[in-house]
């Protein structure tokens, strides 16, 4: 059961509250009914709405500013976290008993609803207003083990896509951070967290026996949230990461790539859990659009064993070392970073990675265990 399954069954003594609510379509109940719907069916007092990045529908371009809107499907006013501002104005906040986050994470730092969250966090302290997360599991699982750094480099590269310092696989669930943000970060909120039931934190999403709904445009698939982590790094250099295709962040590559040649030695590599084939492709948009590419699909064999963050890294290596003369660090422009400016980093969280890239690629794959380790990564509610 995810968290708004526990809250509608325990915590009907809140119907006289008035609710705000930040959420988007990627949200449900167990039996696929939208958050916002279920709540409002039940009696709930759900009077305003609020969106992350992409909308509540889901469809924004990835980066793109969203508008205030009005929900089509229950006709509450909706006020865009991915606009003028980043967290829930205080003024709407004071008119409120109660603010609900429930918003789908898929186990990344710079997957942004996170980040969503940790301005919510401040602004109900700010206010004074409870704020409850209806939690979810971990798709990638809950296993600490399996965080990959670099930790964020929080002084010098926080940001919309990494604002504190957590690993870029941080194994946590959204309601697990909003804990740890609260404790660590010294957040006086009220806080409460509506835990999900019946999840073994070893289990990854295929084991849940739940339907998947997409999270945001380029997360079309189950299998896209594990290969993600691995294949967004490119977004900060000039290769396409495979948006405007039907397989975003799970195939990569430019028209100067030999397909055929980088998966000979990708695979050559013997990463745990990951296969790579060789194929062709034209993205609709994004890089290189309606051009002819090569490149390779990443395949996932084993979630257990998979690194993402290994792999996503190695591959960037590959690119440098093979294709020295097209290779080039890419900005990435978006709403929170109008430049583009320095987005390998950001999405890193170490200039470290890009600099030792550039200046001693030979040792790269050498120092990469070194780069990925959080050993003081170990918090749990």
């Keep these: 059961m995810f968290g708004i399954d526990v809250f509608l069954r325990e915590h009907t003594c809140l119907k006289t509250r008035r609710i705000g609510l930040i959420t988007n379509d990627a949200v449900t109940t167990t039996a696929l009914i939208p958050v916002r719907q279920a709540l409002l ?3 709930f007092r759900v009077e305003v709405l609020f969106s992350p990045e992409h909308g509540l529908q889901t469809t924004g371009t990835d980066g793109e500013a969203q508008p205030h809107t009005t929900d089509y499907l229950t006709g509450l006013p909706v006020y865009s976290l991915y606009g003028p501002g980043l967290g829930p ?8 008993d109660l603010l609900l986050f429930d918003l789908p994470d898929i186990g990344s730092r710079f997957y ?5 969250l940790s301005y919510t966090l401040e602004a109900c302290a700010r206010t004074r207003t409870p704020l409850w997360v209806l939690d979810r599991p971990n798709p990638l699982s809950g296993r600490l083990s399996l965080a990959e750094g670099p930790m964020l480099d929080e002084a010098h590269l926080s940001s919309f896509i990494g604002r504190w310092a957590i690993p870029v696989r941080h194994s946590m669930t959204v309601g697990e951070l909003a804990v740890y943000w609260q404790q660590h970060r010294n957040i006086d909120v009220d806080l409460t967290i509506v835990k999900a039931e019946g999840w073994p934190r070893e289990a990854f999403f295929h084991d849940l026996g ?18 993600y982590q691995a294949l967004c790094f490119l977004e900060g250099i000039n290769l396409s990461e495979g948006r405007g295709t039907a397989y975003p962040f799970r195939v990569c590559g430019a028209p100067w790539v030999d397909g055929v040649r980088l998966a000979r030695a990708f695979n050559q590599l013997e990463l745990a859990g990951i296969r790579a084939r060789a194929l062709f492709f034209t993205p609709l948009d994004g890089k290189f659009t309606r051009q002819l590419c090569q490149g390779i699909m990443l395949h996932v064999m084993d979630y257990a064993t998979f690194r993402p963050v290994q792999t996503g890294l190695s591959l960037i290596y590959l690119l440098r070392t093979m294709y020295p003369a097209q290779f080039a660090w890419a900005p990435y422009p978006t709403h929170v970073n109008l430049t583009g400016a320095n987005h390998f980093d950001l999405l890193t969280g170490q200039a470290g990675v890009r600099q030792h890239l550039e200046q001693s690629p030979d040792t790269f794959l050498a120092a990469l265990p070194a780069l990925l380790a959080v050993p003081e990564w170990g918090f749990m509610p």
């Design 210 to 227: 739940v339907p998947f709904v997409p999270t945001s445009p380029a997360i079309p698939t189950a299998g896209t949230m594990f290969t």
């Design 89 to 96: 104005p205080e003024d709407l906040l004071h008119q409120l």
């Design 112 to 116: 942004t609803y996170i980040w969503t």
């Design 41 to 43: 069916e039940a009696g």
